[in-house]
């Protein structure tokens, strides 16, 4: 039962343009989210979180969206740049980002020269 | 921002043997750590929640009894596999936060590959 998901396992965009990451939710009790970027072998890197009670947040180049009535959120990164490249997971919590995880099934950003 | 060590990066070792992988907040208490694993093109998974001072949370399906998790300090979790098999070889990845934190920091992870 995969309560977050990621339904695009990858997505190529040209340098400069913006990167639009998607993710579901099916449990309704998720009220905190967050994404994160993953190299292989190596840990996730905290990007950019939202609460539910927020629509959208915004830092620098990186911006979450959260619709809640549809259970989603995206990631708008503008401009996309090479070492934008990775895996990028969201995840959501109930209570925060200080209680566990639950993890979608990550996107592979390719950014193009 | 806050510093996790995961140690060691990469372990192979034999069927049947154990391991153990420890999990460090180099600049802050951690009250609570979780473990998380990740086979290949796959999710992280959320093994176990880890407090410190009492006995770890296991999800379903996680046997307590093959992952060891002992959390003895604020500063210190580790996770031993005990009687590894082939099907245990995943990439196990730690985070820790405490109270006062707005997100989860995590280790570097550890690639571990039984033979």
């Known amino acids: 039962d995969q309560q977050v998901k990621q339904n695009s396992p990858s997505l190529s965009v040209q340098e400069g343009r913006i990167s639009i990451l998607n993710c579901d939710y099916t449990n309704s009790m998720f009220d905190y989210f967050l994404w994160y970027k993953k190299y292989p072998a190596e840990g996730p890197t905290f990007l950019i979180s939202i609460s539910s009670i927020k629509d959208k947040n915004e830092d620098g180049r990186f911006t979450v969206f959260l619709n809640k009535s549809a259970k989603h959120l995206s990631l708008h990164i503008v401009p996309s740049q090479p070492g934008d490249s990775a895996v990028y997971f969201c995840?959501?919590?109930?209570?925060?980002?200080?209680?566990?995880?639950?993890f979608g099934t990550g996107t592979l950003l390719a950014v193009q020269p | 921002g806050a510093v996790v060590s995961q140690h060691p990066s990469r372990v192979i070792c034999k069927s049947g043997t154990s391991v153990k992988i420890e999990c460090r907040s180099l600049d802050f208490q951690a009250t609570t750590m979780f473990w998380y694993r990740q086979f290949p093109k796959q999710s992280l998974m959320l093994m176990a929640t880890?407090?410190?001072?009492?006995?770890?949370?296991?999800e379903q399906g996680v046997e307590k009894d093959k992952f060891l998790i002992n959390h003895a300090s604020l500063t210190l979790s580790t996770l031993t596999v005990t009687s590894a098999h082939p099907e245990d070889s995943s990439f196990y990845i730690c985070?820790?936060?405490?109270?006062?934190?707005?997100?989860?920091?995590f280790g570097q992870g550890t690639r571990l590959t039984v033979v």
């Open positions: 995840a959501a919590s109930i209570g925060g980002a200080t209680n566990k995880l639950i």
């Open positions: 985070s820790a936060h405490n109270r006062g934190n707005t997100e989860a920091f």
């Open positions: 880890s407090n410190e001072g009492s006995k770890a949370t296991y």
